[in-house]
């Protein structure tokens, strides 16, 4: 099985500028959710999103939005970057969503590197 | 707040050595404990714990989760220079996908 992939792996940005940022999970996965990666905070996530619908959100301003469609596949995007946008931004993959009573391992995709100049 | 603690932050031994990693937190709504190796880019998974008590096993590669005292470990044995990497310890919530991550720690294998 093909593992959970992310587009584009490197991304330079202006900051002002908006981004858009891609995950395909692993095929039969239909949760989605993001993290936030830097040295200085470590992992920190963002949102999940199963079924189109998102589930939960973590503590990041209303700046950072994403969606998820029929597919799975899902988006995030950041509008106006700040410098302290620079991560990178992992998506993880599992097969069911937090709301179900089992806990389901989550699979991270290789992450896209977001520099904001 | 929900918080997960790693310890040590850094570590370094020698290649056949073993190690013992430590992972304690606190959080409301326990629902599962998960170790990752995170070498360049991705953390790739290693063990999903859910019981206290019961000792998962991959290889080289053990851990065990105490629900009343709140910790995990991660044993290593027989280190090998491609163990070097950071292992994330991460702790998964009741009614969320949302797992909430330690510091991490580094581990380097010298040969």
């Known amino acids: 099985k093909a593992g959970v992939t992310q587009t584009p792996r490197y991304l330079i940005k202006t900051r002002g500028q908006q981004v858009t940022l891609s995950c395909s999970p692993i095929?039969?996965?239909?949760?989605v959710s993001w993290y936030q990666q830097t040295p200085g905070q470590g992992l920190q996530f963002l949102f999940e999103y199963f079924s189109e619908t998102q589930r939960n959100k973590g503590n990041f301003p209303g700046r950072f939005s994403g969606r998820q469609f029929s597919n799975s596949r899902s988006e995030m995007n950041v509008s106006t970057l700040e410098l302290g946008d620079s991560a990178l931004y992992l998506c993880a993959s599992s097969f069911g969503s937090g709301l179900a009573n089992l806990p389901y391992e989550q699979y991270f995709g290789p992450g896209t590197r977001l520099t904001v100049t | 707040e929900d918080k997960v603690v790693q310890s040590p932050l850094s570590l370094v031994v020698h290649e056949g050595d073993t190690v013992t990693l430590n992972c304690s937190y606190e959080?409301?709504?326990?629902?599962?404990l998960l170790w990752y190796k995170q070498e360049k880019k991705a953390p790739t998974f290693l063990f999903m714990l859910t019981s206290s008590g019961i000792e998962k096993k991959s290889g080289r590669l053990s851990s065990i989760l105490d629900k009343k005292e709140l910790f995990s470990i991660l044993n290593i044995t027989a280190t090998q220079t491609g163990d070097s990497a950071i292992y994330l310890c991460?702790?998964?919530?009741?009614?969320?996908?949302?797992?909430?991550f330690g510091q991490g720690t580094r581990l380097t294998i010298n040969p």
């Open positions: 095929s039969g996965h239909r949760s």
């Open positions: 991460a702790v998964g919530l009741q009614g969320a996908q949302k797992l909430v």
């Open positions: 959080v409301t709504n326990f629902r599962s």
